[in-house]
């Protein structure tokens, strides 16, 4: 579909690429964002609402959502552009002061995602404003969110690179003996560890957890289990981690246990 659009001379010379490299420079410490929903499914909405809590804090960044386009630096642009939001996000575009950034997030702001064809749509953000920036993901995760603003920002410097691997195995990596005999219990420690504590910090949790029964000679004696988890998480720093190792424990492990033995009440820790 053809753009409809045709973006004011003014605002076009406003934003050449000396402008906007300029405006980064300018604006890497601190940047005010601006949300444009432009016919979500709301999915990204919450991504980025959970990119901006404590959990990621974005603000160490600079990153701050304003309530006004007129004071944003960066506009960012979720969902396909319906037509009922196709005036709301020029308006939006226009407001914005001069130079500005544009950002598309998720598959359908990059694309128009599996709505790019729908009759109620104009597609991507792209097919109606100039767009800089693409995070893509349906939706994508608050950390991808926060690494791409700050990669395309210039303010994390981007590790990803293409690299080639020679001499590479066609065989499958080998897995590490369970050690409860069952490699289920490890995918179950796995996923509620990151259940309770997201991706990045669930996998922290996961190793922590893991390395502590490691240290136990036998797995199947829950007193001698109980003991161990006990010192490892009192020696975390972190109480969210003394408290997740513990809920660990007693929601995968225990369950594990119940094929094995009766288990007392008394074997439980105390949250």
Not at 50 to 66: Q, Y
Not at 98 to 121: E, L, R, T, W
Not at 199 to 222: C, E, P, S, T
Request: proline letters at 5%; one cysteine or more; charged letters at 25%.
């Amino acid at each position: 579909m053809n753009k409809t659009y045709v973006v004011p001379e003014d605002i076009k010379e406003a934003n050449n690429l000396e402008a906007k490299l300029e405006h980064l420079k300018n604006i890497k410490q601190s940047f005010n964002v601006y949300r444009v929903d432009c016919g979500s499914c709301n999915g990204c909405e919450i991504e980025i609402f959970a990119a901006i809590t404590p959990m990621w804090d974005p603000e160490r960044l600079g990153f701050k959502l304003v309530a006004s386009p007129r004071h944003a630096d960066i506009l960012i642009c979720s969902g396909p552009v319906t037509r009922q939001m196709y005036y709301p996000l020029l308006r939006a575009y226009e407001a914005t002061p001069d130079p500005k950034v544009v950002v598309a997030i998720g598959a359908c702001g990059s694309s128009g995602g599996i709505f790019h064809d729908a009759y109620s749509v104009w597609g991507g953000i792209d097919k109606v404003i100039p767009v800089d920036v693409y995070i893509p993901g349906c939706p994508p995760h608050p950390a991808t969110i926060v690494h791409g603003l700050a990669s395309a920002l210039g303010i994390l410097e981007q590790k990803l690179e293409y690299k080639e691997h020679k001499d590479g195995s066609v065989e499958s990596p080998l897995l590490e003996e369970s050690l409860m005999g069952n490699i289920l219990f490890e995918r179950d420690v796995l996923a509620e560890s990151k259940r309770l504590m997201s991706y990045y910090f669930g996998r922290k949790l996961y190793d922590k957890y893991m390395n502590a029964l490691k240290k136990v000679k036998d797995i199947k004696n829950i007193q001698e289990v109980k003991k161990v988890i006990e010192i490892y998480s009192a020696e975390e720093e972190d109480a969210r981690y003394e408290e997740c190792m513990r809920r660990l424990h007693n929601s995968v492990y225990l369950k594990y246990m119940k094929q094995f033995t009766i288990i007392n009440d008394g074997d439980k820790f105390k949250i």
